[in-house]
């Protein structure tokens, strides 16, 4: 449960840049691992940074992301939901006052939404869970 969510809505996946082209990488030492590793440790502490620095407390986003990027969040202390439909992300929005963001460059505090509170709720079985989105300042 968090109060006083302040929501990142994001189109745009926790997950290092795929490339457009036919690629091959060799990784034959471990010192080559540990820079290819150092390096996605880069890119995903700078996502969660501008994650961090725009007020976000809570994340939507559209697409999935790497377990290593929803680690940090967590450690970060900011709940994250992967796989969130469009229509969805887009009622949240709307219910939430926020913008749906397409880069995390371009995330900032008056693109987030609010809502007193968040929680996961689970109904029946363990499998059965949903997230509740109440008292929001933009819902009718």
């Known amino acids: 449960e968090v109060k006083n969510a302040k929501i990142a809505l994001l189109t745009v996946a926790f997950e290092p840049p795929k490339l457009k082209t036919k690629?091959?990488?060799?990784?034959?030492?471990?010192?080559?691992?540990?820079?290819?590793y150092a390096a996605?440790?880069?890119?995903f502490i700078e996502q969660v940074e501008m994650v961090k620095k725009s007020g976000a407390n809570v994340v939507?986003?559209?697409?999935g992301f790497d377990d290593?990027?929803?680690h940090l969040l967590m450690k970060a202390?900011?709940?994250?939901?992967r796989w969130v439909s469009?229509?969805?992300?887009?009622?949240?929005?709307?219910?939430t006052g926020g913008s749906i963001v397409g880069?995390?460059?371009?995330?900032?505090?008056?693109?987030l939404?609010?809502?007193?509170?968040?929680?996961?709720?689970?109904?029946?079985?363990m499998a059965d869970r949903h997230i509740e989105v109440l008292d929001c300042p933009h819902s009718q």
């Open 68 to 70: 290593e990027a929803n």
């Open 103 to 111: 880069r995390f460059e371009d995330l900032s505090p008056e693109k």
């Open 77 to 81: 202390g900011i709940p994250a939901v």
């Open 23 to 36: 690629y091959s990488l060799e990784i034959d030492s471990p010192e080559k691992y540990k820079e290819l």
């Open 60 to 63: 939507f986003c559209q697409w």
């Open 86 to 95: 469009a229509t969805d992300l887009e009622a949240i929005a709307i219910a």
């Open 40 to 43: 996605e440790q880069e890119y």
């Open 113 to 125: 939404g609010s809502c007193g509170v968040i929680r996961e709720v689970s109904t029946g079985t």
